[in-house]
């Protein structure tokens, strides 16, 4: 079964997303619920933020299973600016705790998984969660 969904929302104070859902096929993630939402919206966030000012701001996120993993992949039409992959965990920002790039790496963690990032080539953030997958069984 594919899953396709497309959507505008507006994340926190900031300006309206569309958000694009793309799955394959029903991909089960071992994880928690609350945990991996949580985890989402701060993905959201800092893409939008990424985004401000962007005439198309778009997020696409995919799901895959791979292997013994399931591949959560949250790409967007910002930049991701000059940091390198190191110093991601550090804010940059004049507002927040600076803690969303950290949750979501302790929220993959916590659950088994990993988180690794990525540029394109124009310049916009990939971030690939991965986490062990499960059957419908489980």
Do not use: H, W, Y
């Amino acid at each position: 079964v594919a899953v396709q969904a497309k959507s505008n929302f507006l994340i926190a104070q900031r300006s309206v997303v569309a958000i694009s859902i793309v799955s394959k096929e029903k991909t089960f993630i071992k994880a928690d619920a609350f945990e991996l939402e949580l985890m989402l919206v701060n993905l959201f966030r800092n893409s939008a933020d990424a985004m401000a000012g962007s005439p198309n701001p778009q997020i696409c996120v995919s799901i895959a299973a791979i292997g013994p993993d399931a591949i959560v992949t949250v790409k967007d039409t910002g930049v991701a600016g000059t940091l390198p992959f190191k110093k991601l965990f550090q804010s940059t920002k004049d507002s927040g705790m600076g803690m969303g790039l950290k949750l979501v790496r302790e929220i993959a963690q916590n659950n088994g998984g990993t988180v690794s990032f990525s540029k394109t080539s124009s310049g916009s953030l990939v971030v690939e969660i991965r986490f062990p997958s499960v059957t419908a069984q489980e």
